[in-house]
């Protein structure tokens, strides 16, 4: 196998464990993002601070460097640019159109629901606030609002009724990522869980699949995710087959967390992310191969014999409380010393309220238990505003 040069575009928890698994097999990683220090640049070979936004910085790091692989770990990114790498012979993951896709929520939404006939929530889009309102009342309320670009899921809340859709409309602009000033509006699903189903579309192999994750969210963000799911077969087959229909039109290769929510009686898409998911972080302790070696391995056509579920397994995010430029942190002795608990920290170099700065790990002869030991590393672990002499 002849190493690689991979670069890529986002470069924080998640990316920092994917050039972790990149390394592992002795490719050249070029971590770029908007900031100096994030994470994956810390275990990167070398890094590039620009803005993803502009195809001139983007055209520029890709000349300096050359890489063989482009492969995106956010949603902020000039995506036309993309296609004119791909045009020059550079791999982007998945392809340059499907990340073209799936960076908006509008595009994929449409691809699902319009193009290949896939039930989801009803929606509509606002670029307006009076937008907004119109279509809120059409589809009713409760509903929920988001960007159609955003990271983690900031920006999104519940509206119950018209009072609150201004409030809806200023918070999912404020944490909009790019330029796009457009917000949508989806109906209210009543679930019984949210799934995240892992998805490995390979070069020359089957699409495979991980067991389904559950999570949690609170503010649009993930809290907590497990493994398994614990929901029927006969819904894990609907999932599989809805997913293999929309990762085939986007093509490619590399793994999708393929979002769902899951009532009674229904599979309902929600969303898709073409690269490693963050509630698949308890893929670290719950798999043979956690989802950034898949991810690398389905990238470089490398052999995935099998995926195992070792144990039931859970994870619980490490959140910040306040506004910090120099972290440390307090605690972690004390939840390592449980059986079957690991801990990551993500190595951030600041922190600001409910941002993700750490998550803890851990397995257990089933679900409710693994949750229960995750959470409970995970509250004892304390940021401290660490004093600088």
Known sequence: MIPKKIMLLGS???????????????????????????????????????????????????????????????????TEKLLEFEQRGITVIPTAAATNYTMNRDRIRELAHQELGIRTA??????????????????????????VMSSSGKGQSVVNDRKEVEKAWNYALTNSRGDNQKAIVEEFINFEIEITL???????????????????QERGDYQESWQPAGISERMISEAQDIAIKVTDALGGAGIFGVEFFITKDEVIFSELSPRPHDTGMVTLISQNLNEFELHLRAILGLPIPNIELLKPSASAVILAAEKSDNIAFEGVADALAEKDVDIRLFGKPNSHPYRRMGVALAKGSNVTEAREKAITAASKIKLLNQQIS
Not at 200 to 205: D, F, G, L, S, Y
């Open 12 to 78: 924080g928890e998640l990316g920092k464990e994917f050039v972790i698994a990149a390394k592992r097999f002795g490719n050249y990683v070029i971590a770029v993002d908007r900031y100096a220090n994030a994470p994956a640049m810390q275990v990167a070979d070398c890094y590039e601070v620009i803005s993803m936004l502009s195809a001139d910085d983007l055209e520029a790091v890709v000349v300096k460097h050359q890489p063989d692989f482009i492969v995106p770990e956010i949603e902020a990114i000039r």
């Open 122 to 147: 009803k929606y509509g889009y606002g670029t307006s606030l009076e937008e907004l309102i119109a279509i809120s009342d059409e589809i009713g309320f409760p509903n929920v609002v988001k960007p």
């Open 198 to 216: 892992l998805t490995i579309k390979q070069w020359n192999a089957p699409t495979i699949f991980c067991s389904p994750i559950g999570h949690r």
